[in-house]
């Protein structure tokens, strides 16, 4: 009899496939971070933190003068923490507006908080095992979220709506 999977099983399984064909186009050491936030974060989250870390390191590659000419496995824990603040901001106003392959990217208060969550977490990891001894991003305000406005309708508002 064939091994059956569930749906959330199978969704599972294809989800960690994936992290692992994105974690070979990280550097060898984020890997370590990915295994230690596994038993805390679903797959879809950590495809995610992975996509955006990737953003940083390409981002390094393409606009810092030391990274130019680093391919992304060249890339070590010692090189995080060589990064100033200033490099964590420039960072952030880059990820407004970028461009990937032949597309621009946009990212609004929710993307930009996303990723900025997603690097602090990974420094953080580093930090917190004592791999690097400075963490650049406790130094850069997080983007702020503004708070949508909830539309409310009066009771005769609601039934206008129904009625029609």
Do not use: C, W
Request: charge should be negative; charged fraction near 30%.
């Amino acid at each position: 009899m064939a091994d059956s999977k569930t749906y959330h099983e199978q969704i599972q399984m294809e989800q960690t496939l994936r992290l692992r064909e994105v974690l070979k186009t990280l550097p060898p050491f984020a890997k370590d971070y990915f295994r230690a936030i596994e038993p805390r974060s679903s797959a879809r989250t950590r495809i995610n933190y992975a996509y955006d870390i990737r953003v940083f390191f390409h981002f390094l590659m393409e606009n810092n003068p030391i990274y130019r000419d680093y391919t992304i496995s060249q890339f070590t824990p010692s090189d995080l923490e060589r990064l100033e603040p200033v490099d964590i901001e420039e960072y952030m106003e880059y990820l407004k507006v970028y461009k990937r392959e032949e597309e621009f990217v946009t990212n609004g208060e929710k993307g930009l908080s996303r990723k900025m969550s997603a690097l602090r977490s990974f420094y953080n990891y580093y930090f917190k095992h004592q791999i690097i001894s400075r963490n650049p991003t406790l130094l850069v305000e997080m983007p702020k979220l503004h708070e949508k406005a909830i539309i409310r309708l009066d009771t005769d508002e609601v039934a206008l709506l129904l009625d029609f």
